[in-house]
């Protein structure tokens, strides 16, 4: 059976600080993998998507960015935190277009 | 632009309640739609995926429907139990790459 794994759980990081969230997905091979990011009463708000080795496709302008290194990883990062960037960020993925989709547990960043 | 709304906001029923969830969206060409379940502080579960060319999808209590010549697609939830109280959130596929979700309801189960 395929797992999500995200980490950390949980992150409070300053203000300027650099920013690396992991997921990483077993039990398949060439996911479509995505980044999504809930705030505060808001909705999810789709990040980045990939659809297989250094190939990413930015959906909103920030100060954010991803890499998928290899097949079943995807990290997302920051160079310097803003205390916009404060919110639940959830991993991902899909096998293919049209499929269903399962997440990970999420990673809650607070910014300070 | 596709858009997603989701009807109501928030509900508390009874528990053993009948009860219907909506999910409107604007543009009716979409690849599926997925129905998920958060509890606070957790990530999303998955409970239905409806394909573009469904009607409709069953598991246990749960049933969902899809109409995308009105663009709506209902979650229908029988005999509700206190362990139903989550957020239930709604999502469609509009291509290969864009997942836009509508901001879910919040339901609440009363024992």
């Known amino acids: 059976s395929q797992t999500i794994h995200q980490w950390p759980a949980t992150l409070v990081q300053p203000v300027g600080s650099p920013l690396s969230l992991e997921c990483t997905v077993e039990g398949t091979s060439n996911p479509n993998l995505y980044w999504y990011r809930q705030a505060a009463g808001r909705g999810l708000q789709l990040l980045f998507y990939?659809?297989?080795?250094?190939?990413i496709s930015s959906e909103v302008p920030q100060n954010l960015s991803a890499s998928r290194p290899q097949d079943r990883q995807f990290i997302l990062s920051s160079k310097k935190l803003l205390l916009s960037d404060s919110g639940f960020y959830l991993c991902?993925?899909?096998?293919?277009?049209?499929?269903?989709?399962?997440f990970g547990p999420g990673t809650r960043l607070t910014v300070l | 632009k596709q858009e997603v709304t989701q009807i109501p906001a928030a509900l508390s029923v009874p528990e053993g309640e009948n009860l219907v969830l909506n999910c409107s969206f604007t543009?009716?060409?979409?690849?599926?739609l997925q129905w998920f379940r958060q509890d606070p502080g957790k990530g999303l579960t998955s409970l239905l995926l409806?394909?573009?060319?469904?009607r409709e999808q069953t598991s246990g209590r749960l049933n969902a429907s899809l109409d995308k010549s009105s663009g709506r697609s209902t979650l229908y939830i029988a005999a509700s139990q206190p362990g139903d109280s989550a957020t239930y959130l709604c999502?469609?596929?509009?291509?290969?790459?864009?997942?836009?979700f509508g901001p879910g309801t919040s339901l609440s189960v009363i024992p």
């Open positions: 999502a469609v596929k509009t291509s290969y790459d864009k997942v836009i």
């Open positions: 409806i394909q573009s060319s469904q």
């Open positions: 990939s659809i297989g080795i250094d190939q």
């Open positions: 543009d009716s060409a979409i690849y599926n």
């Open positions: 991902a993925w899909t096998r293919g277009t049209g499929n269903e989709q399962f």
